[in-house]
Structures are given as structure tokens and as C-alpha cells.
């Protein structure tokens, strides 16, 4: 014997006899995109939803090409729901439906939504890893859950009017890397650090856009983290009279910021040192 509703059905008080004592009331999203409120009534709370219900499941019994419809046509439901959300943005959306189309299309694009299992969908997993494309997979997974779980919330009412649909994707195993192919950090050479500044500064010389040299001198010589370089700023500073550039293997005080804007001389303007203060926020940066 099938387990009852549980009854949310409420005492009516406009009713005009014993058949219509009690009410059910549900707001009802048809597939089509529309809502509809279905009402159930009857002489206890019980007959009143079973009603409701009855009624539930007459209004979508129109609507049984829900069956049929496609992964490829339910994810263009899916982006249209999330090209109207805020917030979401373009690229995120852009790289969802590369994704899509590489490789989550040509497996189950063409399957019915109610026939795609769990193997399904591990099966693109196991693809990807096995090419050792694991951002992808990792990229891909994330985009089945936010899939499936979209569906079935957008079609609850007919999983509960007797859809076979169900969250697939909620089972599916997190990406795991292999250890050895996570990112080593590379340290530089002195050559390479020096080929670098060269580099730099000459771009810093012949272009006033490129004004990052100070920026890159003074993280080199002073051996600043990121967080400390984003804190530096050029005022209030004395100017110091150095006889050149520090060595690779010196240390400027974490309060001070290099700069060397010269032009080429015989001899070769020295490079200036600005103490400077490390929290003054209204500072411009320099």
C-alpha cells in the first residue's frame, strides 16, 4: 500500500459544506516555464491533499515530453536560467559551454536526461583523466553537478508526479591528482635575474607605459612578498645617495622602495632609495 502525503492542508473557513471542510493549496511550475496554483479540497485533511495532488498530477500529464527531452536541450535550458542570474559572469558562462561542447556533448548530448546513469557520466571523468587533462575533468565535474541539480529543482514537481529523474551527478567522486604532477616551484639563476632587470629596464627606459621596473628592483633587492610590495607607496621619502645598484645578494630594509629612472650617462646616474612609510593607504602607489 502506498505511504500517504503528508498533509498541508488547512481548515477553510469560506467552505460551504462537509466535502469542502478542509483546503491543500501548491503552487504548481509547469514545464513550459509557466505557474500555475492547483487547490485540493476535502472533509479531512488527508482527502483534501490526496486531491491536490490528483489534480497535480492531471495538469502535467500534458506535459509528458519531459521524458524525452535531451542533455543538449535541458543545458540550453540550463544556461538560459543562468544568463539570468546576477552576478554570474560571461567568461564563466563562455568556458561552461566549451566545456560542454568538447566533452560532455558528444557522450550523452543526445541521450534523454531519464536514461543518463552514473557510469555516464564517469565514464567522461575517466576520459579526461586518462588524457591528463585533470582541469578539465575537475572543470567538467563542477558543470554536471550545477547541471543536474538545476534540473531537479526546475522539474520537482514531476519527480513527484512520477519523473524518473534523479541527481546522477551528486554521486559523482571529486578529481584527484596524481602527487607528482603538482606545480614545483623553479628558482632563478643570478643570470636569469639579471637577464630579467635588463630586460626590464630597458622596456622602462623607451616606453612610458612599461613602469614596472621599480616595482620588479625593489622586490629583487629587498626580497618583498607580494602583500608587502602592494603596501609601498612614494611619499613621504628622503632621497638617498647610493653609489649603484644593490647586489644579488643584498638586502634593502622591508621600509624602503627603489627607483631608477635615468637616462644613459658616462657615468651612469646611481639609483635612488626612497624611505617611505608602508601604511599610509591615501599614498598614491608608485
Same mark, same amino acid.
Given at each position: 500500500? %502506498?505511504?500517504?502525503?503528508? @498533509?498541508?492542508?488547512?481548515?477553510?473557513?469560506? @467552505?460551504?459544506?462537509?466535502?469542502?471542510?478542509?483546503?491543500?493549496?501548491?503552487?504548481?511550475?509547469?514545464?513550459?516555464?509557466?505557474?500555475?496554483?492547483?487547490?485540493?479540497?476535502?472533509?479531512?485533511?488527508?482527502?483534501?491533499?490526496?486531491?491536490?495532488?490528483?489534480?497535480?498530477?492531471?495538469?502535467?500529464?500534458?506535459?509528458?515530453?519531459?521524458?524525452?527531452?535531451?542533455?543538449?536541450?535541458?543545458?540550453?535550458?540550463?544556461?538560459?536560467?543562468?544568463?539570468?542570474?546576477?552576478?554570474?559572469?560571461?567568461?564563466?558562462?563562455?568556458?561552461?559551454?566549451?566545456?560542454?561542447?568538447?566533452?560532455?556533448?558528444?557522450?550523452?548530448?543526445?541521450?534523454?536526461?531519464?536514461?543518463?546513469?552514473?557510469?555516464?557520466?564517469?565514464?567522461?571523468?575517466?576520459?579526461?583523466?586518462?588524457?591528463?587533462?585533470?582541469?578539465?575533468?575537475?572543470?567538467?565535474?563542477?558543470?554536471?553537478?550545477?547541471?543536474?541539480?538545476?534540473?531537479?529543482?526546475?522539474?520537482?514537481?514531476?519527480?513527484?508526479?512520477?519523473?524518473?529523474?534523479?541527481?546522477?551527478?551528486?554521486?559523482?567522486?571529486?578529481?584527484?591528482? %596524481?602527487?607528482?604532477?603538482?606545480?614545483?616551484?623553479?628558482?632563478?639563476?643570478?643570470?636569469?635575474?639579471?637577464?630579467?632587470?635588463?630586460?626590464?629596464?630597458?622596456?622602462?627606459?623607451?616606453?612610458?607605459?612599461?613602469?614596472?621596473?621599480?616595482?620588479?628592483?625593489?622586490?629583487?633587492?629587498?626580497?618583498?612578498?607580494?602583500?608587502?610590495?602592494?603596501?609601498?607607496?612614494?611619499?613621504?621619502?628622503?632621497?638617498?645617495?647610493? %653609489?649603484?645598484?644593490?647586489?644579488?645578494?643584498?638586502?634593502?630594509?622591508?621600509?624602503?622602495?627603489?627607483?631608477?629612472?635615468?637616462?644613459?650617462?658616462?657615468?651612469?646616474? %646611481?639609483?635612488?632609495?626612497?624611505?617611505?612609510?608602508?601604511?599610509?593607504?591615501?599614498?598614491?602607489?608608485?
Amino acid at each position: 500500500m %502506498p505511504r500517504a502525503l503528508k @498533509s498541508t492542508s488547512r481548515l477553510w473557513a469560506q @467552505s460551504k459544506g462537509p466535502a469542502t471542510r478542509y483546503r491543500d493549496r501548491k503552487r504548481l511550475r509547469l514545464p513550459d516555464g509557466t505557474s500555475k496554483e492547483v487547490t485540493g479540497y476535502g472533509p479531512t485533511k488527508q482527502a483534501a491533499t490526496d486531491d491536490l495532488y490528483k489534480k497535480v498530477q492531471a495538469n502535467l500529464e500534458a506535459f509528458v515530453q519531459v521524458d524525452t527531452l535531451t542533455v543538449r536541450e535541458l543545458f540550453a535550458e540550463f544556461l538560459q536560467h543562468k544568463r539570468s542570474v546576477k552576478g554570474n559572469k560571461a567568461k564563466t558562462m563562455f568556458n561552461g559551454v566549451k566545456d560542454f561542447r568538447l566533452h560532455v556533448a558528444p557522450a550523452i548530448g543526445d541521450l534523454p536526461v531519464v536514461q543518463v546513469t552514473l557510469r555516464n557520466l564517469q565514464d567522461i571523468q575517466y576520459t579526461l583523466t586518462r588524457q591528463e587533462k585533470y582541469r578539465s575533468a575537475e572543470l567538467v565535474t563542477v558543470l554536471l553537478k550545477s547541471f543536474y541539480k538545476y534540473i531537479v529543482k526546475r522539474y520537482r514537481d514531476e519527480i513527484e508526479a512520477g519523473l524518473k529523474l534523479r541527481n546522477v551527478a551528486a554521486d559523482l567522486d571529486n578529481i584527484k591528482r %596524481p602527487p607528482d604532477l603538482k606545480a614545483k616551484p623553479e628558482l632563478w639563476t643570478i643570470d636569469q635575474v639579471q637577464a630579467f632587470l635588463a630586460f626590464s629596464k630597458r622596456r622602462y627606459d623607451s616606453s612610458k607605459r612599461s613602469l614596472m621596473y621599480p616595482l620588479f628592483y625593489t622586490a629583487l633587492a629587498a626580497g618583498l612578498r607580494r602583500g608587502e610590495l602592494l603596501v609601498l607607496n612614494r611619499a613621504p621619502c628622503k632621497p638617498v645617495w647610493s %653609489p649603484g645598484p644593490p647586489s644579488t645578494t643584498s638586502a634593502l630594509p622591508n621600509s624602503w622602495c627603489v627607483t631608477t629612472r635615468s637616462t644613459p650617462e658616462t657615468p651612469p646616474k %646611481p639609483a635612488w632609495a626612497f624611505a617611505t612609510s608602508r601604511y599610509r593607504p591615501n599614498s598614491p602607489p608608485f
